[in-house]
Every structure is written in C-alpha cells, then in structure tokens.
T-cell receptor, first 112, second 114 residues
Framework: NAGVTQTPKFRVLKTGQSMTLLCAQD?????MYWYRQDPGMGLRLIHY???????AKGEVPDGYNVSRLKKQNFLLGLESAAPSQTSVYFC???????????FGQGTRLTVV | KQEVTQIPAALSVPEGENLVLNCSFT??????LQWFRQDPGKGLTSLLL???SQREQTSGRLNASLDKSSGRSTLYIAASQPGDSATYLC?????????????WGLGTSLAVNP
C-alpha cells in the first residue's frame, strides 16, 4: 500500500551541484507531476508526464529536466543547482477517468 | 484562464465549532474538484473528490459541496478538533490537450484551539 514514494526526503546541495529526485508510484497511473511549493506561492507545476516515455513543461520548468522511462517512475533532475531552487518538491500521480490525485511526502531541498 | 481562490487564508477557532472553508474558481468547465489536507512538513492527503456532475461528497465529519454555476465549493468541518489543525487546499481538474491539469488555491491555514 505504498502509493507515491519520493526519495530522498531531505538534501542539501552546493550551488552548481547536480542531483536527481526519484518518484515511484505503484498504482499504474498514467499521469505524473512534479511540483515545487514555496511560501506564499502555492504549488507550481514544474514538469509533467501523460504516459511512459512522454514529458512536458509546466509553469516553471527552467533549470529542471525530467524523464519517464518506466511508467511507475518519474525522475526530476537539477543539472546545476541554484539557491533559487531551494524549495519543497512534491510528486503526484493520477489515473484515467474520475480518479483523485495522490502525493508523495515531499523532498526538502536546500541549495547553499 | 482558470484561477482558484481560497478564503479565508487563515482561520483560528475553538474546539467543537462547526466551520466552513471556501474555494472559488473562475471557469466552470471543470472535470472535478478535490480537497486536500497538508500537515506542516508533510505531503498532501486527499480528503474528498467531487465530480463535476455531483453536488456534494461526505466523509465522516467532512462535507464538501460543489456549485459549478457559481464557481464555488465549500468544505464543512463538523465539531472541529485540535487534530484538524492543518492547511486545507482545493484544486480543480480540467483537461488541457492530453493532460489533466490541476489548478490550485493557496490554501486555508486552520488552527483549532483546545
């Protein structure tokens, strides 16, 4: 009964370093999303995927890349981290039809 | 462009009160509306999902209503408890091309005082 699992939960990066956040869902959902959440700005969509092998840009895609090689996994990459990318990152998934969205527990990233 | 507004931004009530949280949206062409709860430092937990053809959904002490024509949803919490303290977010879902997009409000931060 895992649902949506994000790794890691916490990370501190130095400016210019790279990292990959992993999102895994076990519900066979087609749609997957990466959001960032900042105080006063709510949830903002970074990238999303409508199925295995597909990705698309959301509202704030600059500085991030994504891949969805397997249906259950959605990876978010930061190639050269900047302090402006300090945030809490959430992954979500949804199935087809009249289904609800499920969220991971979040990754708190600090870039110093 | 769809916009979602939640009022009030913050609410503090004594334990036992019944309360209403509001969510309004500008475009009635929605697929469904979902209410979430977020505890500090945690992820989002789905509370209730209302399809566009439905008027309300109930789960325990929670009741959510939807009025598409007026672009409003309310989340009613009966007999509030300190454990209900959290941020409550609403999101409307719509199709955009081949994607199902969620449009988010900024949330209502609720504090229930013992």
């Amino acid at each position: 009964n895992a649902g949506v699992t994000q790794t890691p939960k916490f990370r501190v990066l130095k400016t210019g370093q790279s990292m990959t956040l992993l999102c895994a869902q076990d519900m066979n959902h087609e749609y997957m999303y990466w959001y960032r959440q900042d105080p006063g700005m709510g949830l903002r969509l970074i990238h999303y995927s409508v199925g295995e092998g597909t990705t698309a840009k959301g509202e704030v895609p600059d500085g991030y890349n994504v891949s969805r090689l397997k249906k259950q996994n959605f990876l978010l990459g930061l190639e050269s981290a900047a302090p402006s990318q300090t945030s809490v990152y959430f992954c979500a998934s949804m199935g087809e039809g009249y289904t609800e969205a499920f969220f991971g527990q979040g990754t708190r990233l600090t870039v110093v | 462009k769809q916009e979602v507004t939640q009022i009030p931004a913050a609410l503090s009530v004594p334990e036992g009160e019944n309360l209403v949280l509001n969510c309004s949206f500008t475009d009635s062409a929605i697929y469904n509306l979902q209410w979430f709860r977020q505890d500090p430092g945690k992820g989002l937990t789905s509370l209730l999902l209302i399809q566009s053809s439905q008027r309300e959904q109930t789960s325990g002490r929670l009741n959510a209503s939807l009025d598409k024509s007026s672009g409003r949803s309310t989340l009613y919490i009966a007999a509030s408890q300190p454990g209900d303290s959290a941020t409550y977010l609403c999101a409307v879902s719509r199709y955009a091309g081949n994607n199902r997009k969620l449009i988010w409000g900024l949330g209502t931060s609720l504090a229930v005082n013992p």
